[in-house]
């Protein structure tokens, strides 16, 4: 099984703010990576896929890199709207999520 | 645009088996492939397995034994079975399909349903 390891687990951030959340696979997954948003309450929402494509719809400040074992996405200005969590899911060989990354209002 | 809806009994005893469907609506169940994930109170999210439109199936080596998943294209529903559960088992149960003209199982969701609570006690 791949294991996917998020950090950090929660991160305290203000408007305006460039935050970056990093994802580091067991073993090589290429770009088979995607990113998600969830809100409390409400089913998660794709943000990225195969580690650096914008889903459609989802803002330009949100970006993603990586290949191999480690990704990272970054929110170039923090939107009130971006309070959440955020999930990776590699898609390499089936589907496993990382732990989550809980972006809080500092 | 393609809707997802899980629908089944909010409370499971333990050892009793969970019985959930998603129901897909706005578009056809035919030709893809759709999955359940769940997600324990407070925790992260967990793939349980996918079902592809002509029945073939798979599921999380952790649960294998004890998931079945199968599909009704004539109701264009699918469905989640979980036998003998356990508190553990307690979590929101999410239906989602996998990206149009993807990989197939091996890829990732664009459209997941509102989700479920399940509740194992008895």
């Known amino acids: 099984d791949i294991q996917m390891t998020q950090s950090p687990s929660t991160l305290s951030a203000s408007v305006g703010d460039s935050v970056t959340i990093t994802c580091r696979a067991s073993q090589s997954i290429r770009s088979y990576l995607a990113w998600y948003q969830q809100k409390p309450g409400k089913a998660p929402k794709v943000l990225i896929y195969k580690a650096s494509n914008l889903e459609r ?40 999520f990382g732990g989550g990354t809980k972006v809080g209002i500092k | 645009q393609v809707q ?47 079902v592809y439109y002509s029945g073939s199936t798979n599921s999380n080596p952790s649960l294998k034994s004890r998931v079945t998943i199968s599909v009704d294209t004539s109701k264009n529903q699918f469905a989640l079975e979980l036998r003998s559960v356990t508190a553990e088992d307690s979590a929101v149960y999410y239906c989602a399909r996998y990206v149009p003209g993807g990989r197939d199982y091996n890829d990732y969701m664009d459209v997941w349903g509102t989700g479920t609570t399940v509740t194992v006690s008895s």
Do not use: H, M
């Open chain 2, 4 to 50: 997802l809806q899980e629908s089944g009994p909010g409370l499971v005893k333990p050892s009793e088996t969970l019985s959930l469907t998603c129901t897909v609506s706005g578009g056809s169940i035919s030709y893809d492939y759709w999955s359940w994930i769940r997600q324990p109170p407070g925790k992260g999210l967990e793939w349980i397995g996918y």
């Open chain 1, 57 to 96: 719809g989802v803002p330009s400040r949100f970006s993603g890199s990586g290949s191999g074992t480690e990704f990272t996405l970054t929110i170039s200005s923090l939107q009130p709207d971006d309070f959440a969590t955020y999930y990776c899911q590699q898609y390499s060989s089936f589907v496993t």
